[in-house]
């Protein structure tokens, strides 16, 4: 944590590529309802429960979906933990992969159950309907389908979240669909298109908005299953009502935004591939990447992930991911690198690259 502690102190001179964070510029319109709800002194009230009038129907409008029940939740984050203390009991198991986020299999095992991990980290960098079929045993009670994929940067396509879905449905399996990182995909596939009954959809503002500090995120279930899983809610007065404001206007404005958000995100990934392709013995196993995010393996050169993390920190202002953060078995062999972040941010972070490695080896 001591690097983390430093990051946080110096914030304004650290390049932020460690968390999956979006801290490219902020549409104003987005800042002034932020400002706007702080003028007129809307923190002085508890917020209505059900959320802001007009997000739970802007986030339904925004995936195109109508029939399912909307909980405003605390990130994405509180929404996993909610259904899973939920949905989990002890013996159960969860078929999810590694590498991974590891904080929802952390989460699985808080409910006694357990986390099965299909290992993804060889061509084609994620899980296949095969392998998940294969993994399916009579004490499976949930699919966990995070797509894309964080780290590694992979999606699927349709027809694999077709048969996902089917393979669920085949099983009667919940379906947790983890699509925070939808945005930055070509062509996403929601599995509550394919399986409606007990797709739980799982949203987040922390990286398609840049609301990451603000906390705020959505789950969405048929109304059956949302009737037993808000038991476990126990945030009974909803969430901050700035972030409620901010949220809903990043949906009413993102036509204006996102496009150019993209953009960025392709600029960078493109500089940071160019750097690593100068350096033998690098390489990124997932390149484009469909999220805002792929790793950089270094496992040729000999160089301890936990080290470089800490190294290109101090030494140059920039903060990356371990990748022992994501993955128990497969981490030593890279670090994730989020390249949300300006233009100019990603250049430092290119310029520092190879000196780093260089310094290493």
């Given amino acids: 944590m001591e690097e983390f502690a430093h990051a946080h102190k110096q914030w304004k001179e650290v390049v932020w590529m460690s968390q999956n964070t979006n801290t490219i510029p902020t549409d104003p319109s ?3 309802a932020i ?20 997000l739970p129907e802007a986030i339904l409008s925004e995936l195109g979906m109508s029939d399912q029940d909307v909980l405003v939740t605390n990130g994405a984050i509180e929404a996993l933990y909610i259904l899973n203390r939920a949905l989990l009991s002890e013996g159960d198991e969860v078929v999810a ?29 994620k899980m296949t309907p095969e ?13 966990l389908l995070i797509d894309p994929l964080n780290p590694l940067g992979t999606d699927y396509r ?3 979240v077709r048969a996902f879905s089917e393979i669920a449905q085949d099983h009667d399996l919940w379906l947790v669909d983890d699509i925070t990182y939808r945005d930055f995909s070509d062509d996403h596939t929601l599995s509550a298109e394919f399986y409606p009954e007990k ?18 995120g959505a789950l969405l279930a048929p109304p059956a299953a949302m009737n037993d899983i808000v038991k476990f809610d126990t945030n009974v007065l909803s969430v901050n009502i700035l972030a409620q404001k901010a949220a809903l206007a990043s949906l009413e404005t993102k036509e204006r935004w996102i496009g150019n958000v993209m953009k960025i995100c392709r600029n960078n990934q493109e500089r940071i591939k160019s750097a690593v392709d100068k350096i033998d013995g690098a390489f990124l196993p997932v390149y484009p990447s469909y999220t805002n995010m792929f790793v950089i ?11 470089f993390e800490t190294k290109i920190l101090y030494d140059h202002n920039i903060f990356v991911r371990s990748g022992n953060y994501v993955s128990k078995k497969y981490g030593p062999n890279f670090v994730r690198v ?7 941010q990603c250049k430092k972070f290119v310029e520092a690259l190879g000196p780093t490695i260089e310094s290493m080896t």
């Fill in 97 to 125: 992969t590694d590498p991974s986020f590891m904080p929802i299999h952390h989460q699985i095992g808080l409910s006694k159950a357990k986390p099965v991990e299909i290992g993804i980290y060889k061509d084609p960098y």
């Fill in 131 to 143: 392998e998940v079929n294969e993994a399916v045993t009579e004490k499976t009670k949930m699919l």
């Fill in 30 to 32: 987005v800042i002034e």
């Fill in 199 to 216: 797709s739980l959809t799982v949203y987040s503002f922390s990286k398609n908005c840049g609301l990451a500090g603000m906390r705020i």
């Fill in 35 to 54: 400002k706007s709800a702080a003028d007129e002194r809307l923190y002085n009230l508890y917020p209505f429960k059900k959320g802001l009038f007009g």
């Fill in 297 to 307: 393996d270094v496992n040729e050169l000999g160089i301890d992930p936990d080290k």
């Fill in 338 to 344: 989020s390249f949300s972040v300006p233009e100019d």
């Fill in 158 to 160: 349709r027809d694999e």
